[in-house]
């Protein structure tokens, strides 16, 4: 796998700081193994990437998946419902929640082997409340495998990537769904030309003042280097890291005791 040279300096950061962890995506059977004959959750789903065709196809060796939406309506999947109808492959359904994915309150502790989330974090205006949730709901030594844009690869090319000090004063201001504090960076930064279909400036702002109820802001910014410093902070232990161009950071992580 080549790297273009926007990737070469946080790849090479990454090879020095977690050297066992990152690795090249060539092979998935780390991944698929976490979630073979076991019960996880996917937050955000349900996910091409996953799917039988995805570059990271696990939801058939699954025993069980069960979902997590923020609300009945989303931008992406439409019309969701509460229940047993969770369809994240051919004949294979979970148990579908409606709920942040900082508050699984719904859901005791402990309760899956795995849990599975691509492009939402990003979306998530306090990241560290959110993935202590996602922990809480995950067995001792469970993964949770988190996909999330590279910031060089999107229209968020030309923001600076979130600080983790930034990330923790959000954790400790109890920092809400409804935050706007980045819009006047996103509309000053976003790339245009790589969003093709945000209609244009004013209609992107108009839709971006309704966030909480389409989700459609990347809150927070990220390359490898500070997502890894985010999953440390919480104390998880960081399995692999992988890139995925033009835009996919991967990482598989577990829940260990210090």
Same mark, same amino acid.
């Given at each position: 796998?080549?790297?273009?040279?926007?990737?070469?300096?946080?790849?090479?950061?990454?090879?020095?700081?977690?050297?066992?962890?990152?690795?090249?995506?060539?092979?998935?059977?780390?991944?698929? %193994?976490?979630?073979? /004959?076991?019960? @996880?959750?996917?937050? @955000? @789903?349900?996910? *091409?990437?996953?799917?039988?065709? =995805?570059?990271?196809?696990? &939801?058939?060796?699954?025993?069980?998946? /069960? =979902?997590?939406?923020?609300?009945?309506?989303?931008?992406?999947?439409?019309?969701?419902?509460?229940? *047993?109808?969770? +369809? &994240? #492959?051919?004949?294979?359904?979970?148990? *579908?929640?409606?709920?942040? #994915?900082? /508050?699984?309150?719904?859901?005791?502790?402990?309760? &899956?082997?795995?849990?599975?989330?691509?492009?939402?974090?990003?979306?998530?205006?306090?990241?560290i409340k959110t993935l202590k949730?996602?922990?809480?709901? !995950? +067995?001792?030594?469970?993964?949770?495998?988190?996909?999330?844009?590279?910031?060089? @690869?999107?229209?968020?090319?030309?923001?600076?990537?979130?600080?983790?000090?930034?990330?923790?004063?959000? &954790? %400790?201001?109890?920092? =809400? $769904? /409804?935050?706007?504090?980045?819009?006047?960076?996103?509309?000053?930064?976003?790339?245009?030309?790589?969003?093709?279909?945000?209609?244009?400036?004013?209609?992107?702002?108009?839709?971006?003042?309704? %966030?909480? $109820?389409?989700?459609?802001?990347? *809150?927070? !910014?990220?390359?490898p280097t500070n997502l890894a $410093?985010?999953?440390?902070?919480?104390?998880?232990?960081?399995?692999?890291?992988?890139?995925?161009?033009?835009?996919?950071?991967?990482?598989?992580?577990?829940?260990v005791i210090h």
């Amino acid at each position: 796998m080549k790297f273009t040279n926007m990737f070469y300096v946080t790849y090479r950061a990454l090879q020095i700081l977690y050297p066992k962890a990152l690795k090249k995506l060539s092979q998935v059977t780390e991944y698929t %193994n976490i979630s073979k /004959d076991k019960n @996880g959750i996917e937050i @955000g @789903g349900p996910s *091409q990437i996953f799917s039988k065709e =995805g570059i990271l196809p696990l &939801y058939d060796h699954a025993l069980n998946i /069960d =979902g997590c939406n923020f609300s009945s309506e989303t931008v992406w999947e439409g019309s969701v419902k509460k229940g *047993q109808n969770y +369809k &994240y #492959a051919s004949e294979k359904t979970g148990f *579908q929640f409606i709920s942040e #994915a900082s /508050d699984l309150s719904e859901i005791k502790d402990e309760q &899956y082997d795995f849990l599975i989330s691509s492009h939402c974090l990003e979306h998530c205006a306090n990241p560290i409340k959110t993935l202590k949730e996602w922990i809480r709901v !995950v +067995k001792m030594n469970g993964h949770l495998l988190i996909v999330i844009p590279h910031k060089n @690869g999107t229209f968020d090319n030309k923001r600076p990537v979130t600080s983790l000090e930034h990330m923790i004063h959000d &954790y %400790n201001d109890n920092t =809400g $769904e /409804d935050d706007l504090t980045h819009l006047e960076e996103i509309l000053k930064l976003h790339d245009w030309s790589l969003d093709p279909y945000s209609g244009g400036i004013e209609k992107f702002k108009s839709r971006a003042l309704k %966030n909480l $109820e389409n989700r459609c802001l990347h *809150q927070h !910014v990220f390359n490898p280097t500070n997502l890894a $410093e985010l999953i440390n902070y919480t104390g998880l232990k960081i399995k692999r890291v992988d890139f995925k161009l033009p835009f996919h950071i991967i990482l598989l992580a577990q829940k260990v005791i210090h």
